[in-house]
């Protein structure tokens, strides 16, 4: 284990990874955004992120609205239900608006063009965000009972801390990926997206609106950005404008690392990153973190340049 | 009335002039074929039907129906299916699937007798159903883009080059199936580059040269055409 992890016993390793598996399926959830747009239309949405600090603004507001910005004495469900529910549809509605907007009429247009204007709708964000709750970190209430399972069922004193909070990103994080997966495998508006992913002028040709299509990508990438704002508050505790633009790099590079347009990659190298992130802050030590993710993503695109389950795509 | 007809349609991809004040016609029940060399306008003119690319000038009109602002994804409501060059086949969904993606402009209806109508023309799709379609051979990928298309119960069936890479016995076989599908009922527009075939299933034809149509006649009277014989026959 020393040689592995110079800091660490097995037991922080264990530690770490739960950490990890609650931190990776955040970024999963964020991954997702930037895989299912990058699937449908090559665009990499570096506006995505900030959607996801809005989010997190749009929970804190219906929270505080709700009269909880100051915690409370027991864990308001249905308040937090309601904080998630605003934060999905919000991100989902305005992802669906930025792609209305600033990136449909640039459909057709070079590569660069989109890949600018969202860059443009990423600043936006930013500002929106700074101009709404200033540049200071914003507290987000602990609503979540602090119950340690592991403590509690072994009655040792432990380490490993497995809480509420990692059981509460579990428990919706991935029902929210295999109701993606369900959805995408098994509805119309799933399949005609897959159609749509796969030739575009073909979809068209069987009848499929290739604009709703795309609205209803940007919709789901959106919703779950939403998810994963509310659930990053209450595990984190704070937000702040800036927050998107070290959780969309990370999503982005989890996206990649999976296989950029691949579903499961995406959700797969959330997971990965988010291990291997909090294993090098164990080890390591926080400074490291970067650096132990960066290098991961290096070397398997040195190996895989199509990131871990992405397939080269045979041109037509 | 004709069931399709384009008048004088002219066609540009980008600058280039593709096609050039073309007009043709294809009547109920018939099988009419396109041929010409490469880059002579017989895709262009086909994906102009289909919405795909829209006419500068002129006019595509289906059952006295104006084509022009319909948008390309309501084209195969109206009983216009397209086969297109390459296939272009969804290669990473199932046979079935790709199937049922023909069929979408009709909504939620019992396929049943589609799916049927489609394996008793080609029962190795029966075979492959839950196969993904990009690992099907050429041949059986031709028929997967055939049967996607009959899938949508068109009128007209616009097909593009469906012999193209396919070994002679295939050849056969799928001229044989445009035969059968035109006895069901279907228009169809064939585009060949194997003009002696297209010549022997079609009613009538057209030879295209570098976007204008050259010659108009009935098929037996082009396969006796000293210049079709020379240009497309390959004879010397």
């Known amino acids: 284990m020393q040689v592995v992890c110079p800091g660490g016993s097995g037991e922080l390793v264990a530690a770490a990874l739960i950490i990890g598996l609650s931190n990776g399926a955040l970024i999963a959830l964020i991954a997702l955004g930037y895989t299912l747009v990058y ?52 991100c989902g509605v ?39 709750r200033g540049p200071s970190p914003i507290p987000f209430p602990d609503l979540l009972p602090d119950f340690e399972f592991v403590r509690a069922i072994t009655g040792a004193d432990t380490l490993i801390t497995f809480t509420t909070k990692d059981a509460f990103i579990i428990a919706t994080a991935i029902p929210l990926m295999l109701g993606l997966g369900w959805v995408i495998k098994n509805t119309t508006m799933g399949k005609a997206m897959r159609a749509v992913a796969q030739d575009r002028e073909m979809a068209l040709q069987v009848g499929i609106d290739v604009d709703k299509v795309i609205s209803f990508t940007f919709l789901l990438g959106g919703l779950l950005a939403g998810a994963a704002a509310v659930m990053h508050g209450l595990y984190n505790g704070n937000t702040v404008f800036t927050l998107g ?40 030590g926080g400074e490291w973190e970067n650096v132990g993710v960066f290098t991961l993503l290096v070397v398997i695109l040195v190996f895989r340049p199509t990131g871990l389950l992405g397939e080269e795509t045979p041109e037509r | 009335m004709a069931l399709l007809e384009l008048e004088k349609v002219d066609a540009y991809y980008g600058h280039i002039q593709a096609l050039r004040g073309i007009s043709i016609t294809v009547e109920k029940g018939e099988i009419v ?67 049922e993606m023909g069929a979408y402009a009709r909504g939620a209806v019992d396929l049943t007798e589609d799916f049927d109508r489609v394996f008793g023309l080609f029962p190795r799709l ?6 993904v379609a990009g690992t099907l051979s050429g041949g059986e990928q031709q028929m997967l883009a055939i049967g996607r298309a009959l899938m949508a119960r068109p009128t007209l069936l616009l097909l593009d080059e469906p012999s193209m890479g396919l070994a002679p016995v295939l050849v056969e076989l799928v001229f044989e199936t445009i035969k059968d599908i035109n006895r069901l009922g279907m228009s169809i527009l064939l585009v060949e580059q194997n003009a002696l075939m297209a010549l ?31 240009a497309y026959l390959g004879e010397e």
């Not at chain 2, 079609?202 to 098929?219: E, N």
């Open chain 1, 245 to 284: 633009f070290t959780a969309g790099l990370k999503a982005f590079t989890a996206a990649v690392l999976g296989g950029i347009g691949n579903v499961t990659g995406a959700a797969l190298g959330g997971f990965l990153l988010g291990i291997l992130g909090a294993m090098t802050v164990t080890c390591y």
């Open chain 1, 94 to 132: 305005l992802n669906m608006l930025a792609e209305r907007i600033a990136y449909r009429r640039l459909r057709n247009a070079p590569r660069l063009a989109p890949l600018i204007s969202a860059i443009g709708v990423s600043f936006i964000y930013i500002n929106i965000g700074l101009f709404w």
């Open chain 2, 200 to 230: 022997t299933v079609a009613k009538r034809g057209y030879v295209l040269q570098t976007g204008s149509i050259v010659l108009a006649d009935s098929a037996e009277e082009l396969a006796k055409n000293e210049m079709v014989r020379k």
């Open chain 1, 39 to 90: 699937g449908i239309i090559e665009l990499i949405n570096f506006s995505h992120g900030d959607l996801f600090m809005l989010g997190t603004f749009v929970a804190l507001t219906v929270l505080a609205a709700l009269g909880l910005e100051g915690g409370a004495a027991e864990t308001p469900w249905l308040a937090l239900i309601a904080a998630i529910l605003a934060a999905m549809v919000f």
């Open chain 2, 33 to 99: 074929t396109l041929i010409g060399s490469n880059g002579a306008g017989k895709t262009t003119t086909l994906r102009t039907i289909s919405g795909i690319v829209r006419p500068r000038a002129g006019s595509v009109t289906l059952d006295g129906r104006d084509l022009a602002r319909v948008p390309a994804n309501r084209i195969v409501s109206l009983g216009i299916a397209h086969s297109p060059e390459g296939r272009r086949i969804f290669p990473r969904m199932s046979v079935k699937e790709n199937l």
């Open chain 2, 126 to 131: 029966k075979e492959r159903i839950t196969q």
